[in-house]
């Protein structure tokens, strides 16, 4: 299997390649030539597998230029035991009809963890592969749950090493807490003193730094941001979309071709692309239902087919959503479009320049078969949170209910009854003060004190890598200046052999 680039067709790079750059040299994504079929009896092999069989099934289809050695490795490191569930992604079932997909079982509590547990090791076996002999510097400007997630997949995973930044004052108690007290001999944490823009920038200035950059050549190590458009962390992601339906079939709630639908709280695009994929290669699935916040651009997007970033930032009680560039959907025009990789410059051009583009009537079209698109404000999240607590006594976060409420209004809205699976993105403890306040609390400056009072009202435990992080010691305070990350990361690598 090769993969060609979103601006450049022409392309043929190996799955290793493409996972060890990232990025295209043209700016574009790498997406795979051809995607591989998933029919009836394929489906019906995996109900019988648990979850990292499952996987290893999915993976080898992409990852063709790996040993079967290492996908198995990679995919029992990622989820055999990493997980406070065997079953990695458990299934709630809420009512007839309505399941609820949790994906945030993992070493961090949220979603990122089903992509960045096994990322690192794609990575460091396609190294080998690509640039034998390196070694990999990972650095991260993180508003949240990314920076953690990174951090514990990277924890200890030989020949790589892992830098974090995040804003002084942008993360909540809980996040930043589960970073300070972050445990491996590989791994740093900073805060800076600034927004989630002067972390980013600092980070993108040291990667671009020559001087760096030949410092660390000589000690061959290379960069890598590891960030949400490497096809490493969207291929993991097509695993749970299939493995969702074939427990639905095995449990018998379904029966195969049923179609279901999928909503999925949506901010970089990466999750719900990752439906899409599953849906393209065979997996019955109808509608998928995008779920944003009150930063709609998608929702807009795919009613209107004009993506225009113009428009205020907003900051939301569900802040893994609170984006405005949704880097992933650029895979989805380049196949909507009949993979015309003219077309999709255009539209970045236009982007880069105007921070608006208008997609052409044939995209339209494809994109209103294909999605449902909607959001949901504060308010309407909190209630629905509350909503679903007493009819079912189920607690899910804001991220979760915002997916929920856009289904409930997809279903009024076009009467369409069919079966299906809302994406669950988090822990509630993760944002434990806006779920407290949901049920009519009142949340506590300190936000543990807040967990332990949910945990009082509603029965539901919190998970205990969350617990775990209040009596663990802090083990990075230090708070530098944007000018003084650089400095700060030659000092972490020094240490680093
Ligand atoms: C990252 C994240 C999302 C958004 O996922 P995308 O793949 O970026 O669309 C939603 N919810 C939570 C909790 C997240 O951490």
């Not at 648990?50 to 990622?78: G, M, S």
Request: hydrophobic share 40%.
């Amino acid at each position: 299997m090769f993969y060609k680039s979103t601006r450049d067709g022409g392309l043929a790079v190996g799955a290793s390649e493409a996972i060890v750059k990232g990025l295209s040299a043209d700016g574009g994504l790498f997406v795979p030539h051809e995607l591989p079929r998933l029919g009836e009896a394929d489906i019906m092999r995996l109900c019988a597998m648990t979850y990292p069989e499952r996987a290893l099934e999915i993976l080898r289809l992409f990852l063709t230029d790996f040993t079967d050695d290492e996908l198995k490795n990679a995919v029992t490191a990622a989820y055999g035991d990493n997980f406070d569930t065997p079953e990695a992604a458990p299934i709630a079932h809420l009512l007839t009809g309505t399941y609820v997909l949790e994906l945030w079982h993992g070493p961090t509590c949220a979603f990122k963890d089903m992509a960045l547990q096994i990322l690192p090791h794609f990575l460091t076996a396609a190294m080998k592969r690509v640039i034998p002999g390196k070694k990999v510097a990972i650095l991260t400007a993180t508003s949240g749950d990314t920076g953690k997630a990174a951090l514990e997949g990277f924890k200890d995973v030989p020949g790589t090493s892992i830098m974090v930044f995040y804003p002084e004052d942008g993360v909540s108690e809980m996040q930043k807490r589960q970073m300070t007290t972050q445990e491996g001999g590989n791994v740093a944490v900073c805060a800076v003193r600034g927004n989630f823009d002067d972390c980013q920038n600092g980070v993108k200035a040291i990667f671009t730094d020559r001087a760096t950059r030949s410092e660390l050549a000589a000690r061959d190590i290379v960069f890598s941001s590891a960030n949400s458009m490497n096809w490493g962390r969207l291929c993991p992601q097509i695993v749970y979309y299939a493995s969702v339906y074939a427990e639905l079939v095995k449990n018998k709630e379904i029966e195969y071709g049923e179609k279901i639908n999928i909503a999925v709280p949506t901010g970089n695009f990466g999750n719900i692309l990752a439906a899409y994929y599953a849906k393209e290669m065979g997996v019955p699935i109808g509608k998928l239902i995008c779920a944003s916040n009150a930063n709609n651009v998608l929702t807009d997007f795919i009613k209107t087919g004009v993506y225009d970033r113009n428009r205020r930032f907003v900051t939301t009680n569900s802040p893994s959503m609170d984006i405005l560039i949704s880097s992933n959907l650029e895979r989805l025009l380049y196949h909507l479009c009949g993979e015309d990789d003219g077309a999709v410059r255009g539209w970045f051009a236009e982007l880069a320049e105007k921070g608006r583009y208008e997609v052409d009537d044939r995209v339209k079209a494809r994109l209103n078969e294909l999605f449902y698109a909607g959001w949901c404000n504060d308010e309407d999240t909190k209630k629905t949170i509350g909503g679903v607590f007493e009819d079912y006594s189920y607690l899910m976060d804001t991220h979760t209910a915002v997916a929920y409420r856009v289904l409930e209004d997809y279903r009024r809205a076009t009467g369409d009854g069919a079966r299906c699976v809302v994406v669950s993105t988090a822990s509630p403890y993760k944002f434990v003060s806006a779920v407290y306040e949901a049920l009519g609390g009142e949340a506590s400056p300190d936000e543990f004190d807040t967990a332990s009072l949910l945990e009082e009202k509603t029965g539901a435990g919190m998970p205990r890598a969350l617990a775990e992080t209040r009596d663990k010691p802090v083990r990075f305070c230090d708070i530098v200046a944007q000018g003084e990350m650089p400095g700060a990361v030659m000092d972490f690598l020094k240490e680093i052999r």
